[in-house]
């Protein structure tokens, strides 16, 4: 089974940016669903980012209606690694971040966004 280790979380204050990267421990090539969730305090896990494999060969991004515009999914094949490039961020956006690929977890990040 594929580990994922992810690294970037931190405490940033409103309207910063951080960059979050997960890496796996096997190729990401070919992979049928990717990408980030978030979990904060009381609430459910939602979904930040996702890349889906499509039939036609290519790929489909999709992004949480209150992060669109401000974060950034992508990936490195070559490195094996998946990365959320986060902008304008939100004391909302304060949660525990966690990778995902084909049904495996991370053990997850803190994000903290507070002045």
């Known amino acids: 089974q594929v580990q994922l280790v992810e690294s970037g979380g931190g405490l940033v204050q409103p309207g910063g940016s951080l960059r979050l990267s997960c890496a796996a421990s096997?190729?990401?090539?070919?992979?049928?669903?990717m990408g980030w969730y978030r979990q904060a305090p009381g609430k459910q896990r939602e979904m930040v980012a996702l890349i889906v494999k499509v039939i036609s060969g290519g790929d489909t991004t999709t992004y949480g209606d209150s992060v669109k515009g401000r974060f950034t999914i992508s990936r490195d094949n070559a490195k094996n690694t998946i990365d959320l490039q986060m902008n304008s961020l939100e004391p909302e956006d304060t949660a525990v971040y966690y990778c995902?690929?084909?049904?495996?977890w991370g053990q997850g990040t803190q994000v903290t966004v507070s002045s």
């Open positions: 096997r190729t990401i090539f070919g992979t049928t669903a």
């Open positions: 995902f690929l084909d049904g495996v």
